[in-house]
């Protein structure tokens, strides 16, 4: 059965986005998130759609004109896509669009957070033991 290995690869490349979160809500859809908000959905059981995330206009309008991708239900409005089936779109583009939804929903956050989130990591400098 390929759905594990579907979703493990789309797990890793949202989790290589810097801060990225997952979180399973609705019962069985694992949900990425970056400051909270989120911005990539993919169901982990069989549903109509395989994944839906965030876009730009112009990605909206171009990807709702293929073949087996929709307008997301209940998301449309903020411009976001469902994709119905794997095969839909080749995975290259799948990490490139969602990179992109990552970018357009960071964006989108208080500057005060974006600030936060960008802020690289402290450097942890460890003690050097003084031989006596």
């Not at 979160?21 to 400051?35: M, P, R």
């Not at 239900?73 to 839909?88: C, D, F, I, M, N």
């Not at 960008?118 to 003690?127: D, F, G, I, L």
Request: glycine share 4%; with cysteine; net charge positive.
């Amino acid at each position: 059965m390929e759905a594990p290995l579907e979703v493990e690869w789309v797990r890793r490349h949202c989790l290589s986005l810097p801060h990225t979160t997952e979180h399973v809500q609705w019962g069985a859809d694992l949900v990425f998130k970056i400051g909270g908000k989120m911005y990539a959905v993919l169901p982990l059981e069989p549903a109509a759609v395989w994944i839906s995330f965030k876009c730009s206009d112009e990605s909206f309008s171009e990807l709702v004109e293929m073949s087996g991708i929709i307008p997301a239900p209940y998301l449309a409005r903020a411009k976001w896509v469902a994709v119905e089936s794997r095969g839909a779109l080749p995975p290259a583009q799948i990490k490139r669009l969602l990179s992109e939804a990552y970018e357009l929903v960071l964006a989108r956050l208080p500057k005060r957070t974006q600030n936060l989130l960008r802020k690289p990591a402290p450097v942890q400098r460890r003690k050097q033991r003084q031989r006596g």
